[in-house]
């Protein structure tokens, strides 16, 4: 993708340019659309790390912010196989954060797995993961519960398995 820039290449959310268009920015993706955006509601997330750099204009749907390696916050909600999260480390030193994962017993093998997952993060900076559903004890996709944080500074969302295909739809 590409946006309006301060600098020759964007290095962080900072560098996207938004005074150069009556405070919003203008982007083109990589499926070929380009937009006007206005900041307030389509924010810029940035992240990098080892794996690389992340732009994304408004694609990560649950950012959760660490205060510290066990205080989140966030929006608790619900949401759906293969959505987004961001762990964004505010806490002014470097952490590891704390998540748990509840309602299923096996890791489904892509996605967010925190007994595995390196969740060190950075000073100041963010790491993005997919959400899935863990599967039960009969190799069945089950509702999976993420829990970022620990003790009252929690952030909740819960993963709902996708839908089975309807009968009465054509599969391919």
């Given at each position: 993708?590409?946006?309006?820039a301060s600098y020759n290449v964007l290095r962080d959310k900072n560098d996207v340019d938004m005074k150069r268009h009556g405070n919003g920015y203008v982007a ?30 408004g694609a990560v749907q649950f950012p959760v912010t660490y205060s510290a390696a066990a ?102």
């Amino acid at each position: 993708m590409f946006a309006d820039a301060s600098y020759n290449v964007l290095r962080d959310k900072n560098d996207v340019d938004m005074k150069r268009h009556g405070n919003g920015y203008v982007a083109g993706f990589v499926d070929g659309h380009a937009a006007y955006i206005l900041p307030n509601e389509t924010p810029v997330t940035y992240a990098e790390g080892e794996q690389g750099i992340l732009y994304s204009f408004g694609a990560v749907q649950f950012p959760v912010t660490y205060s510290a390696a066990a205080a989140a916050t966030g929006k608790s909600t619900p949401a759906q196989d293969g959505d987004t999260v961001m762990l964004i480390n505010d806490a002014g030193q470097d952490i590891t954060a704390k998540v748990t994962v509840t309602d299923g017993l096996t890791y489904p093998g892509k996605g967010l797995n925190p007994t595995t997952t390196d969740l060190k993060v950075g000073k100041g900076m963010s790491k993005g993961f997919l959400l899935y559903c863990w599967t039960d004890g009969n190799g069945t996709e089950a509702s999976t519960t993420y829990t970022f944080g620990d003790g009252s500074n929690t952030v909740t969302i819960t993963v709902a398995p996708p839908k089975p295909p309807s009968q009465d739809q054509p599969q391919p």
